[in-house]
């Protein structure tokens, strides 16, 4: 049981359900546009300059392979977290998000209200450890952390999605009420920091196109090196504002 005041430090398992609850999002959890090449990267950076001018920022990010996963907080705590679904309509896992110890229970400021967006994921270690376990029981074994991450998360006993050893990383502010005044994605980053968010590693602030592709290329070249599974790179307009003139702002 939680005692303390931050609440991301100690988490037990929960009960036993039957069946999840829809829920539907306020805003709609939006997948990304994909591009597969340099010269795509590119286009989209034409297309923001016609829209936004030479002197847009950017912000680059690893894209963790896992499962998407809305948190909402009302007066700093902890209320209700739901998976992404079709993007308008997901399901209730509350009291299995509760039993990821990267999950914070209570952040560090009252805020309100606000709703964050992560990506639910299993790590190499625990992902091996499961695999093993499994084979041990002769059942039949995930064949990947990310499969292994989304049957975790959805178990119907929540002592069992607890025992899975998950975790999250948080990388989008969906809604706030009250808080700090946020106007760039990079600011909202480190201000999740600041609430006691586990937040997508490794982000950088790229001012134009060639910087964008060299941190590309890092996220490419280190991606072996990484304790966990990433699918990609994204990239997003920083400035609040100007994503306004673009239907997408992240690729």
Not at 6 to 14: A, E, P, R, S, T
Not at 173 to 190: A, C, F, M, P, R
Not at 214 to 235: M, T
Request: aromatic share 10%; proline share 3%; with cysteine.
């Amino acid at each position: 049981m939680y005692t303390g005041q931050l609440g991301y430090f100690i988490k037990v398992g929960g009960f036993a359900v039957n069946t999840f609850a829809e829920v539907k999002h306020t805003i709609q959890m939006s997948s990304l546009q994909d591009v597969f090449s340099f010269e795509e990267v590119e286009a989209y950076f034409d297309r923001c300059r016609n829209a936004i001018g030479e002197n847009t920022f950017f912000v680059v990010e690893p894209k963790i392979d896992g499962l998407s996963c809305s948190l909402e907080y009302r007066d700093g705590v902890l209320v209700r977290a739901s998976t992404r679904g079709d993007g308008l309509v997901g399901e209730d896992v509350t009291a299995n998000v509760r039993t990821i110890r990267s999950v914070p229970l209570t952040l560090k400021e009252k805020i309100p209200f606000i709703e964050v967006r992560g990506e639910v994921y299993m790590s190499h270690k625990s992902f091996d450890e499961l695999v093993e376990k499994q084979e041990l029981n002769d059942e039949k074994p995930f064949k990947n952390p990310r499969n292994a991450a989304s049957g975790s998360l959805r178990q119907k006993d929540a002592k069992a999605t607890a025992e899975r050893k998950l975790d999250i990383f948080i990388f989008n502010i969906q809604q706030i009420e009250g808080g700090k005044e946020l106007k760039t994605h990079y600011d909202s980053l480190e201000y999740l920091k600041e609430l006691g968010f586990s937040v997508v590693p490794d982000f950088a602030l790229c001012k134009n196109v060639n910087e964008c592709i060299e941190k590309i290329k890092n996220i490419g070249d280190n991606r072996g090196n990484l304790p966990f599974d990433i699918d990609g790179a994204v990239i997003k307009v920083n400035d609040f504002s100007e994503r306004k003139s673009l239907g997408s702002t992240a690729k």
